[in-house]
């Protein structure tokens, strides 16, 4: 690069808006080089002993560096890439150093907010550097390969990562474990875990959808397996996600900022670090259902609303709806009653088998479980909709046909009284840039439908992204945004990405990667541990029956009977106890598994306390 010092290079440099730039450039430098000090930034004691003349002398010497770069580069915008690039490093710093779990979220968006307007000011003085970069095939195809590197190896060290650090507990996943286990050796999903008794997991949610791991699992039967699956299938999600964008034409730059949302999306991540659950195929499943409408190949797209019907029963929920879009903004009327009517079959009987379920279970083992309702539908999560509960799940419907306005009062209302549903509405909407919304075709708020049955209960878990219950929501409001994004126009169009790309990315900082940290640095530092207690535990005899702390449970589900200690009762009905000395250990609970005629063994060593049924 030729570099040419003029009159006008120092006229530029001592512009107004330059200065201004350059000066807060500078000071995001200072305050950079300060955070590298160590220590919580959210303390008010933080760097107090820093004197203001350092502090001075620090962004004088940048603003000089910065503005003899400006003089002497004339033909490129060093002051908005300065900026750009010290406020980046300032909020990368923050968003990961954070520590006050409270109000992490509210810290993470007012920080993408006011980096918000750094980046806009870049992509302003940017807009013919930006517009000249076209990217052909093989870069686009690399930088597919590595968002969805990045979807996948984020998500499979944390969850594989959890397990390795007995950081599992068998809610959710130690009973999948063992649900896997039986499904290998008899082929029936049973579960001696979930429930106290040996039964079927379908018998609970009935997810046929699992079958499709199994193979895999049979070749390679580990639970570390599973939570392996769970990132391929979340990340295989960007496959139908490019091809939308491209059948609708998108430029290559906007199909990779879609993609870009999609494997960075922080509620997509965050709902696999609770580990594998069969939600996670709502995500891809319904983004294939919705790319066949759109390029009206219909025989898949039943395929794909049938694998959706699979993945559990409230599943039918999104295949309805997806069927009301097909109506009334499709016009697509015959697809729509014939999906609308499989969907509300499939579910009625669903719900029948369900009710079976529990009865037959109930009876099975009244005596042996304490749980009176072992089975069934798991509709109480709506209770707060249902008036009469022998109405069941038409109870919320009535409600909402009877009294809407009731309905209303629910939509932000907690069980804690916070402002929990609020804060999840804002993580789910701001990293697509409410792209959603951006429509002026009524029909299509249909795929924003969804959202409501996270946002109307009062089930916390359902309205905390790091839980699993957002996958199917997630989908509808992808292939939203791409709709609405196909019709937007510049500069609008730009702003909204933009905003919906640092959104993404700064949530995706504070809430998803700080995960993948604490359980590298978790496993690094107690390796030798987790290999000793991997030891003790296969001591333990394979055709042994235990009962186990809720984070050793996924590590001995390889069994056909294996329950956990906090729901099991001290019937003296299994071979071994073993207690994770980890945690406290309740000498009652002891002490009544010795009355039951059990002894202490020397096997546990300073990780364990094993009990051994004696004859």
Not at 571 to 596: H, M, P, T, W
Request: neutral net charge.
């Amino acid at each position: 690069m030729k570099l040419r010092i003029t009159a006008n290079s120092f006229k530029d440099v001592f512009l107004a808006e330059s200065v201004i730039c350059r000066i807060i450039a500078a000071w995001c430098t200072f305050v950079v080089l300060n955070l590298f000090r160590g220590g919580n930034f959210n303390a008010l004691s933080y760097t107090q002993d820093t004197s203001i003349l350092a502090m001075s002398v620090i962004i004088i010497g940048c603003f000089l560096f910065f503005s003899l770069v400006k003089i002497t580069l004339t033909n490129l915008e060093t002051d908005s890439w300065f900026l750009i690039l010290s406020a980046s490093a300032c909020v990368v710093r923050w968003l990961l150093t954070y520590n006050d779990s409270n109000n992490k979220i509210l810290f993470s968006l007012a920080t993408a907010a006011a980096f918000c307007l750094f980046a806009l000011y870049f992509l302003k003085k940017n807009t013919s550097l930006l517009e000249k970069w076209n990217p052909g095939k093989k870069t686009q195809f690399l930088i597919y390969s590595l968002l969805g590197l990045v979807c996948f190896s984020v998500i499979a060290i944390i969850t594989g990562l959890r397990y390795l650090t007995f950081s599992s507990p068998n809610f959710d996943f130690g009973l999948f474990a063992n649900m896997f286990h039986n499904m290998k050796e008899t082929g029936i999903p049973l579960a001696s875990s979930e429930r106290d008794v040996v039964m079927s997991h379908f018998a609970v949610h009935i997810s046929p959808v699992f079958y499709l791991l199994l193979p895999i699992y049979c070749v390679f039967p580990s639970p570390i397996t599973l939570q392996i699956s769970q990132a391929v299938v979340v990340a295989s999600g960007l496959i139908p996600t490019i091809l939308l964008c491209r059948h609708l034409k998108f430029t290559p730059k906007t199909t990779l900022f879609v993609s870009f949302v999609y494997a960075l999306y922080p509620a997509l991540s965050s709902s696999c670090t609770y580990d594998i659950h069969e939600n996670c195929f709502l995500t891809p499943l319904l983004l294939w259902m919705f790319y066949f409408l759109e390029r009206e190949k219909y025989p898949p797209m039943y395929l794909f609303a049938f694998l959706t019907l699979t993945v559990k029963e409230d599943a039918a929920v999104y295949v309805i709806l997806f069927a009301l879009f097909v109506i009334f903004s499709k016009k697509k009327y015959i697809h729509g009653i014939i999906l609308a009517a499989a969907a509300s079959v499939y579910f009625a009987v669903s719900m029948n088998i369900l009710e079976n379920a529990s009865e037959y279970y109930a009876n099975l083992y009244s005596e042996a479980s304490p749980n009176p309702q072992i089975a069934g539908p798991m509709i109480n999560r709506f209770d707060n909709l249902i008036n009469n509960k022998e109405d069941g799940i038409i109870g919320a419907v009535k409600t909402a046909l009877l009294n809407p306005g009731y309905l209303l009062t629910q939509l932000f209302t907690t069980s804690d009284g916070g402002w929990g549903k609020l804060s999840y509405v804002l993580q789910i909407f701001l990293p697509l840039g409410f792209l959603p919304f951006f429509t002026n075709k009524p029909s299509r708020w249909l795929l924003l439908t969804p959202i409501l049955m996270n946002v109307l209960t009062n089930y916390k878990f359902q309205y905390i992204t790091e839980y699993q219950y957002h996958f199917g929501i997630i989908a509808f409001l992808i292939y939203a945004s791409i709709l609405n994004l196909h019709e937007l126009k510049a500069p609008s169009k730009r702003t909204i990405m933009t905003v919906a790309a640092v959104f993404c990315c700064c949530l995706y900082i504070s809430t998803v990667l700080p995960k993948a940290g604490t359980y590298i640095k978790r496993y690094s530092t107690g390796y030798e541990k987790y290999a000793q207690m991997e030891e003790i535990l296969e001591q333990i005899p394979d055709d042994a029956s235990l009962s186990v702390s809720t984070f050793l449970l996924a590590h001995v589900a390889d069994r056909e009977e294996v329950y956990a200690i906090n729901y099991h009762e001290n019937e003296g009905n299994v071979d071994y106890v073993i207690f994770d000395k980890r945690y406290s250990i309740n000498d009652s609970d002891v002490a009544a598994y010795l009355v039951q005629g059990y002894r202490t063994t020397n096997m546990g060593g300073d990780h364990f306390l094993i009990l051994e049924k004696t004859d």
